[in-house]
C-alpha cells in the first residue's frame, strides 16, 4: 500500500513537473509583452482618474471596475494569438503575435492622448510633430 501511494505521488510529481516546463516554455516569449500591456493599461487608468478629478467628474467603482475585464481580453487576445501562431500553421504566424500587440498598444495610446487633450485642450501628437520639426 505505501509503495503505490509513492508512486502516485512521483507519477502526480512529474506531471506537475512537466505541466510548468510546458506553460513556462509558452509564456516565457510573450511576457514582456504582457507587461508592456499591463503598465499602458495602468498609465490609461491613472491619467483617465487624474483628468477625471481635475475636471471634477464624478469616479465610481463601476468605471474602475471597467479595467480588469481590459486587462483579462488584452491578455487572452494575445494568448490566442500565440496559441494560433505556435500550434497551428499559420505562414508567418509569428508576426501575428507583433501586429496584435502594436494594435492593443495604439489603441492604449490614443485613450492617453485623449485625456491629455481632455485636461490640456492640446492634441499630444501636434504637440511632438512640432517639437520634431523644430530641430
Known amino acids: 500500500m505505501i509503495n503505490s501511494t509513492v508512486a502516485v505521488n512521483s ?10 516546463v510546458v506553460l513556462l516554455a509558452f509564456f516565457l516569449p510573450i511576457i514582456p509583452a504582457l507587461i508592456a500591456l499591463f503598465i499602458l493599461t495602468l498609465i490609461d487608468t ?7 478629478y481635475k475636471l471634477d467628474e464624478e469616479i465610481t467603482s463601476g468605471k474602475l471596475s471597467r479595467i480588469f475585464p481590459k486587462l483579462i481580453i488584452n ?3 494575445v494568448c490566442s494569438m500565440k496559441l494560433l501562431s505556435d ?4 505562414p508567418h504566424g509569428e508576426v501575428l503575435v507583433e501586429v496584435v500587440l502594436l494594435l492593443i498598444a495604439m489603441i492604449e495610446i490614443k485613450s492617453i492622448s485623449e485625456s491629455y487633450f481632455k485636461l490640456f ?4 501628437w501636434t504637440k511632438i510633430r512640432t517639437i520634431i ?3
Open 11 to 20: 507519477f502526480l510529481l512529474a506531471i506537475i513537473k512537466h505541466l510548468y
Open 121 to 124: 485642450g492640446v492634441n499630444i
Open 133 to 135: 520639426n523644430r530641430k
Open 87 to 90: 500550434y497551428f500553421i499559420i
Open 75 to 77: 491578455n487572452l487576445v
Open 46 to 52: 491613472a491619467i483617465a482618474i487624474y483628468v477625471a
